[in-house]
């Protein structure tokens, strides 16, 4: 279970966050919608590490993984993120099946050339990518890079996955295709999700659980 409590965060004096507290338990895709620059990025990217609040936590079954004095890198790696733009945390000169190996590689997931293949090969499969793995960026469309992100991301086991607007760039069959992949792995590995979008209906749809911000702060919906 994740639990956010008590997150602050301001800029200046533009106050984005205040005294904000969710949580999201295994297996459940959470909501969480609320107009342009309210701050759902900033605390995606709390939640990553990425950006550090001003104060409150996050615990990751009960641990204390993140807090405005303290960052468990090790335990950070638990939490992925997938952003808006598909193309954007991919390297253009790197092949999609170089790139999953590398993640394989740098996390020590495995050692021997064959079997850091199976396990790239795997999770390549389970979102349905395993025929691009020779092509570059420039030869797959965006609903195929997002795929890719997926895997990246996925490869890591996290315990949390946060999608930023993660299929708002992609048509609707593409969207749906992408999302329904997601369903079957939260179905099977029991992640948790938090799905970042401004398209409520979307958020109604797909998720168990919704909140919605209002004034610095969320708010649970009754779906
Ligand atoms: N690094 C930063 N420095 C200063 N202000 C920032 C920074 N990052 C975000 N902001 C401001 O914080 C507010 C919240 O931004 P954020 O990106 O979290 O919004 P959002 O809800 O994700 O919006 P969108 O739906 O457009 O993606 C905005 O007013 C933004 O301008
Ligand atoms: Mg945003």
Do not use: W
Not at 32 to 61: H, N, P, Q, R
Not at 65 to 94: C, E, H, N, T, W
Not at 183 to 199: C, N, Y
Request: net charge neutral; glycine share 6%; aromatic share 6%.
């Amino acid at each position: 279970m994740i639990s956010v409590k008590s997150v602050s965060k301001s800029f200046g004096d533009k106050k984005v966050l205040k005294d904000l507290s969710l949580q999201i338990n295994d297996g459940e895709i959470v909501g969480l919608y609320g107009e342009s620059g309210c701050g759902k990025s900033t605390l995606a990217k709390i939640m990553c590490g990425v950006e550090v609040a001003d104060g409150g936590e996050l615990f990751i079954d009960g641990v204390l993984v993140l807090s405005a004095k303290k960052y468990d890198r090790k335990a950070g790696k638990l939490i992925q993120m997938v952003y808006q733009q598909p193309f954007s945390a991919l390297d253009p000169s790197q092949k999609v099946g170089s790139a999953l190996y590398e993640i394989v590689k740098y996390n020590r997931l495995a050692k021997s050339r064959a079997d850091i293949k199976k396990i790239a090969y795997k999770v390549a499969v389970m979102m349905g990518i395993e025929r691009i793995l020779n092509q570059l960026p420039s030869e797959i469309s965006g609903g195929e890079a997002q795929r890719v992100n997926l895997a990246m991301s996925l490869m890591l086991s996290p315990k949390l996955l946060i999608l930023d607007e993660a299929t708002s760039m992609l048509d609707l069959s593409t969207q749906a295709e992408v999302l329904a992949k997601v369903k079957q792995i939260v179905e099977t590995d029991r992640i948790a999700v938090l799905f970042i979008s401004h398209d409520k209906e979307l958020v109604n749809y797909f998720c168990d659980r919704v909140y919605s911000y209002e004034n610095y702060n969320v708010k649970e919906i009754h779906l």
